[in-house]
């Protein structure tokens, strides 16, 4: 199984074009993936840089036929013009396997008066693979506020151990056409996305600090490189927005029962197709 995750910035390129298609084509180049998730997917927000299209989730199911895609809205706003129509910004997960369920889960997002925010999001969708099922969850964490980042790391790992719960004490469906399913749900995972947190910042060390009754996450590019520092993910080529320089704030992260099927993870530095890089993991 192919993993490709990447914050696409709406199909904006380092150089400030956007198209998201080109930005998918690019993404099927580098990877015959299974799975894509995507950071910074926007529907209604045609004033922001370069003019995304109306609906880049319709975009996305459009580029990739036999493939499922699934949204999850982090900041939903009224329009600035007074219709209808949202100003909607969040992530979204294309896969090409069944999938069994999907959950939304709203981050936290505790007041910070020192620094800009927007509501943040999870989305994770359960999946079926060869070796059973596998929740994947794509997110991306407050850029501003470490308060806040420190919160939605807090809840991701809850997430974790709220899963091994279901899966330890699963309930049954209450029939077989009804919203009450089973409660069943596997205790493995990926979680992935853009942080916006540096490597072995706070936030980072928290994430990957072990779990109570559950199993916790590891850095699938640190355990396939081990004693390596990893690679920048974010203002390699887009100076302007990075002003500061690179970073490395993108990860993919595993249940460590995980550990032993990576395969391998890497960091594509070389396309300019976005101001973060891609990152992609495959597992047997």
Known sequence: MKLLSWNVQWGRDAQGRVDLRRTIDEARRLADFDILCMQEITRGFGVLPGG??????????????????????????????????????????????????????????????????????????????????????????????????????????????????????????????????????????????DFNSEYGSQAYRAFIAPLAQAPGFVDAWTTLHPGATPPPTAGIYDTAQWSTGPLTCDFVFVTDDLRARLRSCEIEGATQASDHQPIIVELD
Request: glycine fraction near 6%.
């Open 52 to 193: 995304p299209g109306p609906d880049q989730f319709e975009e996305i199911a459009r580029a990739l036929p036999g493939f499922a895609v699934f949204d999850a809205v982090g900041a939903d706003l009224s329009s600035l013009d007074g219709s209808s129509r949202r100003r909607q910004f969040g992530n979204a997960i294309a896969t090409r396997l069944p999938v069994a369920q999907v959950i939304r889960h709203s981050l936290p997002w505790p007041a910070d008066a020192a620094a800009p925010s927007m509501q943040r999001v999870a989305l994770e969708a359960i999946v079926a693979t060869e070796h059973g099922q596998l929740r994947i969850l794509v997110t991306h964490l407050e850029f501003y506020s470490l308060k806040q980042r420190l919160a939605q790391v807090d809840e991701l790992r809850r997430l974790q151990q709220e899963a091994a719960g279901h899966a330890a004490h699963p309930a049954p469906a209450e029939n077989a056409t009804g919203p009450f399913a089973a409660t069943s749900r596997p205790v493995s995972a990926i979680v992935c996305g």
